[in-house]
């Protein structure tokens, strides 16, 4: 998208940022909630029969509808349970891109990404500085959009997503989730579980402490955020995210490719269908339709929750 289009989005988004929480699998509450939503009511028995029915075979999931039986399932219950087992995050903005450039930034059409960062709060910010004994930033590469110590209310970044999107068509794309704290913090923890230094120990003393599961889940954590974010304060609808292979292709990756695993478990884990159409706005010209022609099997997940369909789909 323009800059322009990017700074009037965010000018029309809450100044404050907004707080987010999390705990192991909450993104399968969210999806059958807000399918709730789209379908205008829903049942655990139509649940069963639709694309989200593997959602319903999580612990997290069993407890949340226990007592529900066949009646229908209020979306604000499913939303609401379980916070007080939850980690709290904040969500803030940021931009990313070139006006022409596109080959550095890794976007799949010349132009700007919104930046979704999933932040931690002051205190989680605190202990990781106590950590670097006050240096801030310990675990973020700064020329990655992460929150800079220098931003008036810095907090340190644990994921981002970026998204492209087009207001006309009602289309956004995620173009990545990626987060440089998991993979510094995993590679300053002990590789065996015996910390071999004071390093090693102190990291995994903080990261037990306040940070417990963060590890596991972090990346379903901002792929929920993400389409929270695009549904709930957006109010779009059309959600699609990159394949792995696609994707490496469009956005001219050729050097320190993204896991597999976070453009092919991830998806299908959020019950997305794999697509051989992305959003329309890639397909007007440019790069980007000229590599999606090259390309002999083009695919997207489209996350689709207002129709029924296979319950195989999710994963």
């Known amino acids: 998208m323009n800059r322009e289009l990017l700074d009037e989005i965010v000018a029309c988004l809450p100044e404050e940022r ?92 010349p132009g700007f990404n919104l930046v979704l960062q999933l932040n931690f709060t002051a205190s989680q910010t605190r202990a990781l500085e106590r950590l670097g004994n006050g240096f801030a930033g310990l675990f973020n590469f700064d020329i990655h959009p992460v929150s800079k110590p220098a931003d008036r209310r810095y907090r340190e970044t644990l994921a981002w997503s970026r998204i492209d999107l087009d207001l006309d068509t009602n289309e956004a794309l995620i173009e990545e989730v990626q987060s440089d704290w998991v993979r510094d913090v995993r590679d300053a923890l002990p590789a065996n579980g015996q910390a071999q230094n004071p390093w090693e120990a102190a990291v995994q003393t903080v990261v037990d402490r306040h940070f417990p599961g963060v590890l596991r889940w972090w990346h379903e954590a901002m792929l929920w955020a993400s389409i929270w974010f695009i549904r709930c304060e957006l109010g779009m609808r059309d959600i699609y995210f990159h394949d792995y292979e ?37 397909y007007r010209g440019g790069r980007a339709r000229r590599v999606l022609k090259r390309l002999p099997n083009p695919r997207f997940y489209r996350l689709e929750l207002e129709e029924q369909g296979n319950a195989r789909q999710c994963a």
């Open 18 to 109: 907004t707080h987010f929480h999390y705990f192991a699998d909450r993104f399968a509450l969210g999806l059958l909630a807000e399918h709730g939503r789209a379908v205008d009511g829903l049942t655990t028995r139509a649940a069963r029969q639709g694309r989200f029915a593997a959602l319903l075979n999580k612990p997290t999931v069993k407890e949340a509808l226990s007592g529900c039986g066949h009646a229908r399932v209020d979306p604000e219950h499913l939303l609401n349970w379980g916070l007080e087992r939850s980690m709290a995050f904040l969500l803030a903005l940021d931009h990313w891109g070139h006006h022409t450039e596109q080959g550095w930034y890794q976007t799949s059409r």
């Open 246 to 282: 696609t994707g490496v292709a469009l956005k001219n990756i050729r050097y320190s490719r993204p896991p597999r695993s976070l453009y092919t478990r991830l998806p299908r884990r959020f019950c997305m269908t794999p697509s051989s159409m992305g959003p329309s706005f890639l």
